[in-house]
C-alpha cells in the first residue's frame, strides 16, 4: 500500500514530467498535409515549425528517409527572438515514389542541441487524386441534434473512456486513422443566432475546461483525453473541433470564443502527437453567404468568414505554427461563393465540403461543383478534402447507416480529393466484436460490408 504523502510526491512527480513532455512536444512540430498517406498524384505539404524557448539562431534541415545528402529536401536558418513562432514550408512531389517514407525534421538550437521530429508517409501508386477508401471519420460526442441523433444519442453519452478507446481501435482497424472531434463545446441555445456573445455564452463543454464551468451531461469527465491518448498510441492524427459557439456564426464575438477555447485546448492537449490541427465547428454553406435574404446582410456574412479566418489563423500560427486549419462547408451554392473563395482559402489550409450526392435542382451537379473548389484551391494552395456523407435520412430526419453501394458510389465517382473522411464514425459504425453497440444493428452490418470492400480494393491494388 503506498503512503498518501508517497502518492502525493508521484503525483506532482507525473504532473512535472507531463509538463516537460507538453513543452518538448510543443517547441518543434512537423506536420504534413496530407498525413499518413497520399496518393502519388498528390504533393506532400511539408511544415516543419517551431516555437523557441530562448532568443538565437535555429538551423532547420527537412529530409526523407535519410540526413545525408541523398535525403535532403531543403533547410533554412533563422534568428529568432523567445517565443516567436517560425515555419518553413517545402512542397514534396510524390510522383513514382510509391511506398513507405519518412520525413525527418531537425532543428539545431543556439546552444548546439538537436531537436528531431518524425512523420511516416505511404505513398499509394495511383493515377487518381483520391485514395479510392475512407480514411478517417467524425467522432462527435453526443449529437448536436436530438431529432437526428435519435438512434444513438442514449447510447453515446453512456460510453466509458474505456469505451472511446476502443472506438478509436476500430476505426484504426478500419483505415479511418484521421479523427475529427466534431465540437469541444455544446451550446444548445443559441443553435443558428447571431447574437450570442462571450459574455453570455451558457456553452457546455466536453472535457474540464477552466474557462466555462458548464459539463455535458456524459459519462466520461475526460473524453477527449481518452481518444488523443489512444490515438497516439497507434499513429493516428486528430482535429479537435474547437467549436460550438453558435452554428454558422463567424461575428467577432465567435472569433474572440474560438482564440479562448483553441489556447485552452492547445495548451491541455498539445502534447499528444495525435493532435493535428483545428477543426472549427460551425460550418457554412457553399455560397459562404449563410443564405441571407438581404444583399446587405449575404455581403456581411461573406465578409465576416474571411475575417474570422484571417484572424484566426494568425492567432493559431503564432500558438502552434504549421499546423492547418480545417473548415467543412456544404456543396451547394458554390458559384455564388466564387467572389470570397479565393481571399477564404488563403487562411484556411483544409476544406472540406459535404453534400455532393444530394446537390438541388437547378444547381450544378456533385462532380461540377468538385472540380470548382478543386480550381479555386489549387489557385490559393488550400487543401481540398471530401467530407462523405456515410448516412441517409429516415422518414422523421433520425440518421441511420447508408447502404455500401452508396458510399462506394461517392468513392469512385469523386476521385479528386486528396483525402476522404465520412460522417461520422459512431451510430454508424460499429465492430461486430463489441459487447456494447452505439446505435442500431445495421451500423454492425456496414462495418463487415466496408470492410470487406477494403478487402476486395486492397486486391485490386496489389495485383
Known amino acids: 500500500m503506498i503512503h498518501p504523502a508517497m502518492k502525493s510526491f508521484l503525483l506532482i512527480i507525473a504532473m512535472a514530467f507531463s509538463a516537460l513532455l507538453s513543452a518538448a512536444g510543443q517547441t518543434a512540430r512537423l506536420t504534413l498535409i496530407p498525413p499518413l498517406s497520399v496518393t502519388a498524384s498528390v504533393p506532400v505539404e511539408i511544415r516543419a515549425g517551431i516555437v523557441p524557448e530562448e532568443a538565437g539562431e535555429y538551423d532547420i534541415t527537412v529530409s526523407i528517409d535519410t540526413e545525408d545528402d541523398d535525403g535532403f529536401l531543403c533547410s533554412q536558418k533563422a534568428r529568432l527572438s523567445e517565443g516567436e513562432a517560425y515555419c518553413l514550408e517545402h512542397s514534396l512531389s510524390v510522383a513514382g515514389m510509391a511506398g513507405k517514407h519518412r520525413i525527418i525534421m531537425s532543428v539545431k538550437t543556439p546552444d548546439g542541441k538537436v531537436l528531431r521530429r518524425t512523420e511516416d508517409i505511404t505513398v499509394l501508386e495511383s493515377g487518381r487524386r483520391s485514395p479510392g477508401t475512407i480514411d478517417g471519420a467524425w467522432m462527435g460526442l453526443y449529437h448536436w441534434s436530438e431529432t437526428e441523433g435519435k438512434m444513438w444519442n ?25 479523427i475529427v472531434i466534431q465540437e469541444v463545446f455544446r451550446n444548445q441555445m443559441y443553435v443558428g443566432r447571431h447574437d450570442v456573445t462571450t459574455a453570455t455564452y451558457e456553452g457546455r463543454a466536453f472535457y474540464p475546461s477552466e474557462i466555462y464551468p458548464g459539463r455535458m451531461p456524459v459519462r466520461t469527465e475526460d473524453p477527449l483525453e481518452a481518444i488523443f491518448s489512444e490515438a497516439d498510441r497507434l499513429g493516428m492524427k486528430v482535429f479537435p473541433g474547437i467549436g460550438l459557439f453558435a452554428w454558422f456564426d463567424f461575428s467577432e464575438e465567435s472569433l474572440a470564443w474560438h482564440k479562448l477555447v483553441a489556447e485552452e485546448i492547445w495548451n491541455r492537449y498539445g502534447h499528444h502527437k495525435s493532435f493535428y490541427g483545428f477543426y472549427v465547428s460551425e460550418e457554412s454553406v457553399g455560397s459562404l453567404d449563410n443564405c441571407e435574404p438581404e444583399v446587405r446582410l449575404r455581403k456581411l456574412r461573406k465578409k465576416q468568414i474571411t475575417d474570422f479566418f484571417r484572424e484566426f489563423d494568425a492567432f493559431c500560427e503564432k500558438m502552434a505554427p504549421g499546423m492547418p486549419i480545417m473548415l467543412a ?10 467572389d470570397t473563395y479565393p481571399e477564404l482559402l488563403e487562411h484556411l489550409d483544409i476544406l472540406c465540403p459535404f453534400g455532393f450526392a444530394r446537390m438541388p435542382e437547378g444547381d450544378l451537379t456533385g462532380r461540377e461543383a468538385a472540380d470548382v473548389l478543386q480550381e479555386l484551391c489549387d489557385a490559393a494552395g488550400a487543401h481540398l478534402w471530401f467530407d462523405l456523407e456515410a448516412f441517409l435520412f429516415n422518414p422523421d430526419m433520425s440518421l441511420y447507416p447508408r447502404d455500401i453501394s452508396g458510399i462506394v458510389d461517392d468513392l469512385t465517382l469523386l476521385d479528386s480529393f486528396e483525402k476522404i473522411l465520412c460522417y461520422q464514425y459512431p451510430g454508424v459504425f460499429n465492430s461486430p466484436c463489441r459487447s456494447f453497440i452505439v446505435g442500431e444493428e445495421r451500423t454492425r452490418t456496414l462495418f463487415r460490408e466496408y470492410r470487406k470492400y477494403l478487402n476486395v480494393s486492397s486486391m485490386k491494388r496489389t495485383k
Do not use: E, P, Y
Open 154 to 178: 442514449d447510447d453515446i453519452r453512456k460510453l466509458t473512456a474505456r469505451q472511446w478507446r476502443m472506438l478509436v481501435r476500430d476505426m484504426h482497424s478500419l483505415g479511418m486513422d484521421i
Open 329 to 338: 462547408t456544404n456543396s451547394m451554392g458554390v458559384m455564388n461563393g466564387t
